[in-house]
């Protein structure tokens, strides 16, 4: 029986790294696409992939695309979910905007391949609770959790020590605290190791990415946040480790390319021949390893504080995080003011515990509320 795939934010990085994957792979039929700005691009895979259904998320008149069905509107992504046509769910959306959806494909039973970490973040105790209760699996595509989760397959959960998350340290790893506050747009866009979405690049320059991770991995796996470290690895080769009580650390390494961790996710509990390529060990290699820095990079400690507060700290970060990043790109606010504009925000708002849906959602709108006050002030 083939799945049948659906692929929200098919037009953007990881969307186009899916594509590229189930070209080759079979077993999987794409069913449906989301586009929010790109309709050119949207228009492009419908030729090609041939889809039952596209949704169209911003607003304005969409283009028509023939025969295929067009789900546009606030409620587009989530109708795209609930079709009856639709097994699996590649949520490759950027932001907040991506958690209805997601909320949506659990309750529906249906598998979440989930590199939308953002949903996690905001809603991961009501998202995991609901995926258990509707039996829905949920697997991660993004490279640390993916790796995770495949050196998890080594033990079993009560062997488990620490999971450690590798991080590149991104294009400031190596600047001092001065030159980070004034950094450029351009510099921050520049990702030494992996080619990503705008967001999420100038997430891994402010390592509020690794902030999200930290609290990703924390919901996901049901983990204390406690127990997860954040160690420094240029190279981005291991993705992640997991040490074990008996001090075995086992790690997944792989070139930085998300075709593998997107793959992993659509075959699981198979593996199938690459859709990119290995280490080569005919070359020399040099992995190296180094702490992170709290001081220069205040967002790894505001991940743990909120990955260990939980109810709406995680929708308060996030929120915050997504205005103070478009005011930077905006060049409204200094690189430093990122994250102080999240601890203002953070500081300003004190989480409620055990949230409902509803009530996250309110976390999020005040939350950007806040944070742009904190931009303009
Ligand atoms: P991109 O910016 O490249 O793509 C984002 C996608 O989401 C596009 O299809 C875009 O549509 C769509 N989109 C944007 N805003 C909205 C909205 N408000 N509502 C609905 N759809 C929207 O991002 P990436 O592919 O880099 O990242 C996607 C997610 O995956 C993020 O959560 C990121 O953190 C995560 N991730 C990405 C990795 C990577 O290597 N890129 C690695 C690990 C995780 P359009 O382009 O048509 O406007
Ligand atoms: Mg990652």
């Known amino acids: 029986l083939r799945k049948r795939v659906a692929i929200l934010g098919s037009t953007g990085s990881i969307g186009r790294a899916t594509l590229d994957v189930l070209r080759r792979l079979e077993g999987f039929e794409v069913r449906a696409l989301s586009a929010h700005h790109n309709l050119d691009r949207l228009a492009a895979q419908v030729a090609e992939h041939r889809p039952t259904a596209v949704a169209v998320t911003s607003e304005g008149a969409p283009q028509d695309f023939a025969s295929v069905t067009l789900h546009h509107g606030p409620a587009a992504l989530v109708e795209l979910v609930e079709r009856d046509d639709v097994d699996v769910v590649v949520h490759a959306v950027v932001g907040a905007a991506g958690v209805p959806a997601a909320l949506a494909c659990v309750r529906a039973g249906k598998t979440l391949l989930l590199a939308n970490k953002e949903s996690l973040v905001v809603a991961g105790e009501l998202l995991m609770s609901e995926a258990n209760r509707c039996g829905a699996v949920v697997l991660p595509i993004d490279s640390e959790h993916s790796a995770l989760h495949q050196a998890m397959r080594a033990g079993r959960r009560h062997e488990i020590d620490r999971l450690i998350l590798t991080a590149s340290g991104g294009p400031f790893r190596t600047w001092t605290a001065e ?11 520049r990702h030494p190791t992996w080619s990503m979405g705008g967001k999420i690049t100038i997430d891994s320059a402010t390592m509020f990415n690794k902030a999200l991770e930290i609290i990703e991995a924390v919901r996901l796996y049901d983990w204390p946040a406690n127990r997860v470290d954040v160690v420094i690895h240029p190279q981005s080769v291991v993705h992640s480790f997991v040490r074990f009580v008996d001090g075995s650390l086992v ?22 021949p690459a859709s990119a390529p290995a280490v080569d060990f005919a070359k020399p290699h040099q992995w190296t390893f180094e702490p992170p820095d709290a001081a220069r990079f205040p967002a790894l400690s505001i991940g743990y504080a909120v990955a260990a507060a939980g109810g709406t700290a995680g929708a308060t970060m996030n929120a915050a995080n997504e205005v103070a990043v478009e005011a930077f790109l905006a060049g409204v606010i200094r690189f430093d003011r990122i994250a ?18 509803q009530q996250l959602y309110a976390a999020d709108e005040a939350a950007r509320e806040r944070a742009r006050s904190f931009v303009k002030g």
């Open 251 to 272: 790690a997944q390494a792989s070139p930085p390319d998300m075709r593998l961790p997107i793959q992993y996710a659509l075959t699981y509990p198979d593996r199938v």
């Open 179 to 189: 030159q980070i506050a004034a950094a450029r747009i351009e510099d921050a866009l």
């Open 340 to 357: 102080s504009v999240v601890q203002q925000t953070l500081d300003a708002l004190p989480p409620v515990a055990t949230p409902t849906e």
